[in-house]
């Protein structure tokens, strides 16, 4: 039997041969040296390509993408399917900011925040006592005193919303009834097993288009492997 | 998600193209940005792999041109007869390859790709390291099988050929 070519050798070391047909190489190379001899060598060829080091990627790679994705122009709806993953910040030029754990506001940094807010008030009133001396106790209550007719303008105001919104809900209620009224009416010359196809259908119709519209935003989420 | 599912991929196939790991990762990004703005090109039907790795290789063609290589290294192969006489294996072929241990050999074979042909080496950087069926790389070719089958197996034995040249 004459050798192999060299494309049947590589076909056979890549499993794209039939079984018979690598079964006649596995026999053929058992007798011939040539044969073996360069099936061995292509198969460490192979595998040392197949085993070359994969170029290291980034941890921040998907994030510098997804910072420049942001600054783009594009429509948002395209821009949710890419901006899925939790991501850290994004400096202006672009790139990813690299998220530094455990950052949190611990109570320590909370009580100063209050401390510093109480100082500042605390300031505050002490520049106004030093501005309107005795002054100052009038001039607050002249300043509650307007503060206190604003807020009864504001509950009056209030109270007529709120009763604009009732008669607007009583009206609702009113139609809602006149509707359900209407509705007997009809259904009653319905029978009883049209009404429960024609809500199955309905139903039915309902899910449908609720089923096809979230298929088509799942596929544009992350479009899968066919 | 798509982008960290595929970033692997097309930075191992970038990085083995341009032989420079920086550029590699800029560039792979790019290409995740243009397959962000074609995303209306995208048809559901046919693998987002190879859809992706199209827009790929059409940037890498585009890098070339810019370059002002030469096309024909760029978009034929030497030698691309279907109809060649396949090749025998001779009773005296070296076996260089036994000779060299394992991790020299990635070493040898990282270095001599760079010495490859810019459409062998993309087909072979495809199947061989990204792992693609032939027909996956006639897709994104837009090729016959047959003429790709010919062209990886045209890189594979000149990539051997090139182990034999001396370190």
Redesign the interface.
């Known amino acids: 039997m ?6 049947d ?2 076909a056979y070391l890549e499993g794209e041969l039939s079984a018979e047909d690598a079964r006649r190489i596995e026999a053929h190379a058992l007798s011939c040296p ?2 073996r ?2 099936i ?3 198969r ?15 941890d921040d ?2 994030d ?3 910072c ?2 942001e600054a ?1 122009p ?1 429509p948002a709806r ?1 821009r949710l ?2 901006l ?2 939790a991501r850290s910040a994004c400096r202006t030029d672009g790139a990813a900011i690299p998220a530094r754990p455990g950052r949190r506001l611990t109570v320590l940094g909370g009580l100063a925040a209050a401390g510093a807010g109480a100082a500042a008030f605390f300031a505050a009133f002490s520049l106004l006592a030093l501005l309107f001396g005795r002054n100052l106790w009038p001039f607050l209550a002249r300043l509650g005193h307007g503060s206190v007719h604003y807020l009864r303008e504001a509950v009056t105001a209030a109270v007529k919303v709120v009763k604009y919104i009732q008669l607007f809900f009583r009206l609702v209620q009113d139609f809602a009834l006149a509707m359900t009224a209407v509705f007997k009416r009809i259904t009653s010359f319905i029978s009883p097993e049209i009404q429960i196809a024609c809500l199955i259908a309905a139903a039915a119709l309902l899910a449908g288009g609720i089923l096809i519209w979230r298929r088509r935003s799942l ?2 989420e ?5 | ?4 599912r595929y ?2 991929p097309v ?2 196939y970038i ?2 193209m341009v032989r420079e ?1 920086e550029q ?2 800029d560039f ?2 790019e290409i ?2 243009k397959a ?2 074609s ?1 209306a090109s ?1 048809r ?6 190879t859809w992706l790795f199209k827009i790929a290789s059409n940037f890498m063609i585009d890098h070339w041109r810019k370059k002002k290589l030469s096309l024909l290294s760029i978009d034929q192969a030497p030698d691309d007869e279907e109809d060649r006489a ?6 005296t ?1 070296p ?4 000779q060299l241990e ?1 991790k020299e ?2 070493t040898r ?2 270095a001599a790709l760079a010495k490859l042909p810019a459409a062998l080496r993309e087909l ?1 950087v495809w199947r ?2 990204n ?1 693609f069926s032939y027909e996956e790389m006639a897709e994104i070719k837009d090729l016959p099988v047959g003429t790709v ?1 010919n062209r990886v ?1 045209q890189a ?2 000149m ?2 050929r090139l ?1 034999e040249e001396p370190a």
Do not use: T
């Not at chain 1, 992350?222 to 066919?226: Q, T, Y």
């Not at chain 2, 998600?1 to 960290?4: T, V």
């Not at chain 2, 559901?44 to 792999?49: I, V």
């Open positions: 004459s050798c192999f070519k060299l494309e050798i590589y040539a044969c001899a360069a061995e060598d292509r460490r060829f192979l595998g040392a390509a197949a085993s070359l080091a994969p170029i290291e990627v980034p790679f998907a510098g993408i997804l420049r994705l783009s594009a395209r399917i890419f899925f993953a596929r544009m992350s479009p899968h492997e066919n | 998600m798509i982008i960290r970033q692997q930075v191992n990085g083995r790991r590699a990762l792979s990004q995740f940005l962000y703005a995303l995208y559901p039907q046919f693998k987002f792999s396949p090749v025998q294996i001779a009773d072929e076996s260089v390859v036994r394992l050999m990635r074979i990282d072979f061989h390291i792992g089958k197996f594979k034995e990539l051997r182990l």
